[in-house]
């Protein structure tokens, strides 16, 4: 039989002391279109890095494990080796440089040459500067756009190009290459228009078919249904499974890229009176951040629940709250408890006891090289004028002493470790930043908090801290809880439903305790077999 | 119509500095020689043009505007001070100043292109930083050791204690050299136009050799990493090594322009020539509609005419309009430090609206 085209065995890798892959074995036949899936920060990046040789790997130490190539093993310790080796890969984030021509692009790095004067003066030293053979550079472009069945012109400019055309121009880049053996596409088809990917796959089947192995990363298990041959499932840095195609199912596969078990849910019972009041009603929100646009998100938050919002990266969930608080431009019908709610308008939302905690709590969160009690004191300064001496006016004063009062006992409250209340907050730790960032939105009084990825770069210890405040403000308080994060099992820890994000939409709302599999089809965009 | 506005926004500042050239010419046309005026703009463009061209590379590269070609025209003014410290003179000398300024220019240039290998982003602001503490190593090597510890005998251009170097050095040996090697002149509007051929020769063999490398296997990967390095990089480009070429080619071109650039004047002022001439070399290939990430020969040669125009109408402009000539001479400093201002300013601002 022939050799694989890859084997990887036994990958380990760490990025500063924290392992994010633990011992991964993939192999890719000739022919094969083989799909590796798995939640955001399961790996797969990583592998890929491992997989072009790229510099980050190696400027943190490297990895371990063999990587083999047509039954040899081979060392890839930069993009070059990779491309020397018939390693390619068509990018999520097209890889192509809007100011040069089809033509430039596919030959990019590899351009045919033909010796002048200059050259053949310097000999080996004027190697570089060899005129170029623009006729064979567009000739053979035309073949490799030819071979994938497309009519492109190839001496059309990159610039205002449909990002479909674009896809491909990437595809026709790594079969020019006259060694490319392994296709790598990663998550292709999340830019295109359904005719467009359907285009792609037939394209994929095709290059399958001349021999190349494809390795395919994608979210949408359908796609990973229809073309793949086999599957191997990363979660956590390990392989959970490697299925060939005829055995496998979708649900299967979306139950193995959740499958955890189930967080213990120990929360404090509720209050009476809770009720099925809406307290925010949102019609029709489009959010255009970047990298997180909104695209008609319809969703009734009701008054004194905690909502959580999941869904991969890119899809979306982050907008949702930037968008409300008017960081990003924003469109929609919005209601709040029952009056219409003005989007865009940051301080009118926190006037209205809307409150925010970023994901973002470097940038937008934190006043870095301000002390801790200025952070948590600020915006309730601001925007309600709390802390203000009685002198009242644009001239009142802050009253250092409430600050500093209020400041400690917050300190108290989410036990934030520090030095004391006037310690600048960048010396502080990500997890005692993040308590800072929660105290300063609680100062406010909030009535709704949005609160997103709560825990993301904090230690254990810290993660729990924060999500018990949470829960205790929303029982205590009854302040309403919209969660957005990254970390299913930290939604379904603390949350009363959870709704997931797909392509901008809200793709379903879940109860916490819904099966994996149910999650996991969501994520991937699937909506049958999905019972709410 | 939407097109023909389109143009005329994109030339916004050549178009605005063509208007301002042509006023001040028409409010100072009764103090004007136009024949006078036009021999100091041919002159002052063959001066000047070979500085402006060293800076395209960099900007193709993806650099920015190389604040540090200060370094190279330090290295230009080393080799003529070590030429005229011979006492040579003649054609050769000329050019043996600019042998000698080439080693220079590739130790300082290869330093630069470390430093701004290590500040990818931020370019213009270290290359500035960077001209302000070469030009504070000049001056110690210059003043302090140019005598004892540096080989400098000839008393012409030494200080009349024997250290450090005069403030003011005349280029008896090297100066006009290649300007004189050819001057025809041809008559306009009753008197002669001279025009300096050889110094223009020797700028248009740089365009084509310019143009020229831009099209080879090299130029092609300056290119790539000027639009998006990680892009060039993933594509098997030495990122790195593509832009410490760029920043030695222009170092070396910069020393080489300094020397064409003094050699004409006649005269250099030792501690301060190299000094202005980085902000007047940018401004002069902005005002000819380059931006930060794009600029061409016609660019260098539009700019350089008209920011000289400009240098030699304002004074008299002033004069006539103001009543003073030196409202004219502040006009001068005023429009090469705005222009620069301004052009980097736009630029943000159209980056960030696409």
């Known amino acids: 039989m022939e050799s694989p085209t890859l084997v990887l065995s036994g990958i380990h890798k760490s990025y500063y002391g924290n392992p994010v892959l633990r011992g991964v074995d993939l192999t890719v036949r000739p022919g094969e279109i083989h799909a590796l899936v798995g939640e955001n920060g399961a790996g797969k990046s990583t592998l890929m890095n491992i997989l072009f040789g790229m510099p980050v790997i190696h400027e943190t130490g490297g990895f371990e494990g063999t990587v083999e190539l047509g039954g040899r093993a081979v060392r890839l310790n930069s993009p070059s080796d990779a491309m020397v080796e018939g390693i390619g890969m068509v990018h999520q984030e097209f890889m192509l440089l809007p100011g040069f021509t089809v033509a430039e692009n596919v030959k990019l790095g590899r351009e045919p040459t033909r010796a002048n004067l200059f050259s053949r003066v310097l000999g080996p030293v004027g190697k570089g500067l060899r005129s170029l053979d623009r006729r064979k550079m567009q000739d053979d472009s035309r073949n490799a756009l030819d071979r994938i069945g497309m009519s492109l012109d190839e001496m059309q400019p990159i610039a205002g190009m449909p990002v479909g055309h674009m896809q491909f121009v990437e595809i026709a880049r790594e079969v020019d290459k006259e060694n490319a053996r392994l296709i790598v596409f990663d998550e292709p088809t999340a830019v295109l228009a359904e005719s467009e990917a359907a285009e792609l796959l037939a394209t994929m089947k095709s290059l399958a078919a001349q021999g190349i192995a494809l390795l395919f990363i994608s979210h949408r298990l359908d796609e990973v249904m229809e073309i793949a041959d086999g599957v191997t499932v990363l979660r956590d840095g390990e392989v959970v499974a490697t299925l060939d195609m005829q055995e496998a199912s979708v649900e299967q596969i979306a139950e193995l890229m959740i499958g955890r078990p189930l967080p213990e849910r120990e929360l404090p019972a509720r209050g009476a009176g809770e009720t099925q009041q809406v307290a925010l009603e949102v019609r029709g929100l489009e959010v255009d951040m970047p990298g997180e646009e909104v695209r008609g998100v319809d969703l009734d938050v009701y008054k004194g629940e905690i909502l959580g919002i999941a869904g991969l990266a890119g899809q979306g969930k982050l907008g949702i709250a930037n968008g409300l608080l008017g960081l990003h431009p924003v469109r929609g019908a919005v209601k709040l408890e029952g009056a219409p709610f003005v989007l865009g308008e940051t301080l009118a939302a926190l006037r209205q006891g809307v409150a925010f905690v970023s994901e973002d709590r470097r940038q937008v969160g934190l006043l870095l090289d301000e002390s801790i009690e200025l952070n948590i004191a600020g915006t309730a300064v601001h925007v309600l004028g709390r802390f203000l001496g009685k002198s009242g006016g644009p001239l009142a004063m802050i009253n250092r002493a409430e600050v500093r009062r209020h400041a400690e006992n917050m300190i108290q409250e989410f036990d934030i470790r520090c030095q004391g209340p006037t310690q600048p907050v960048r010396r502080l730790s990500g997890g005692n930043q993040q308590k800072v960032c929660l105290a300063r939105a609680f100062t406010l009084d909030p009535s709704l908090l949005f609160v997103s990825e709560p825990t993301r770069g904090v230690d254990v210890g810290a993660k729990d801290r924060v999500l018990q405040q949470l829960v205790r403000v929303n029982r205590e308080a009854g302040t309403t809880i919209v969660l957005t994060s990254s970390e299913l099992a930290e939604l379904r820890q603390v949350c009363d439903r959870i709704a997931v994000v797909f392509e901008g939409r809200i793709q379903g709302i879940l109860a916490p305790d819904a099966p994996d599999v149910e999650f996991g089809l969501l994520f991937a965009g699937e909506r049958s077999g999905v019972s709410s | ?354």
């Open chain 2, 1 to 354: 119509m939407g097109k023909l506005r389109q143009l005329a926004l994109q030339n916004v500042v050549p178009i605005l500095f063509t208007v301002l050239c042509v006023s001040g010419i028409i409010a100072a046309r009764a103090d004007i020689s136009l024949p006078i005026l036009a021999n100091d703009i041919v002159t002052r463009l063959s001066r000047n043009l070979f500085l402006v061209l060293s800076l395209i590379i960099p900007v193709v590269a993806g650099m920015g505007l190389n604040f540090g070609i200060i370094v190279g025209a330090m290295c230009g003014q080393i080799g003529l001070i070590v030429v005229e410290n011979q006492g040579a003179s003649g054609l050769g000398a000329f050019f043996a100043a600019m042998g000698v300024s080439i080693p220079f220019s590739l130790i300082f240039g290869w330093l630069t292109g470390l430093l701004l290998n290590r500040a990818k982003g931020r370019e213009m602001i270290t290359g500035m930083i960077l001209a302000f503490f070469a030009n504070g190593i000049y001056q110690a090597v210059f003043l302090l050791m140019a005598g004892p510890v540096i080989p400098l005998h000839n008393q012409r251009i030494l200080l009349d204690g024997g250290i450090g170097l005069a403030i003011t050095i005349d280029l008896i040996g090297t100066g006009g050299q290649l300007d004189r090697l050819l001057r025809p002149s041809i008559p306009f509007m009753g008197l002669p136009l001279f025009i300096p051929v050889a110094t223009f020769i020797f700028i248009a063999l740089l365009c084509v050799a310019l143009r020229g490398y831009l099209r080879t296997k090299s130029g092609q990967e300056l290119r790539a990493v000027g639009q998006d390095m990680h892009v060039a990089e993933i594509s098997g480009i030495n990122v790195d090594r593509t832009r410490m070429r760029a920043i030695l080619i222009s170092t070396v071109l910069g020393g080489l322009g300094q020397i064409i650039w003094l050699s004409n004047i006649g005269t250099m002022n030792t501690f301060q020539s190299h000094e202005q001439v980085g902000p007047y070399a940018i401004a002069a290939l902005l005002v000819g509609g380059a931006t930060v990430a794009h600029a061409t020969i016609w660019h260098a040669i539009l700019g350089t005419l008209l920011f000289h125009t400009l240098f030699q109408v304002s004074p008299i402009a002033g004069q006539i309009l103001l009543g003073s000539a030196q409202i004219g001479e502040y006009f001068r400093e005023f429009v090469a430090y705005a222009v620069i201002g301004v052009t980097l300013a736009l630029h943000a601002w159209r980056t960030r609206r696409s």
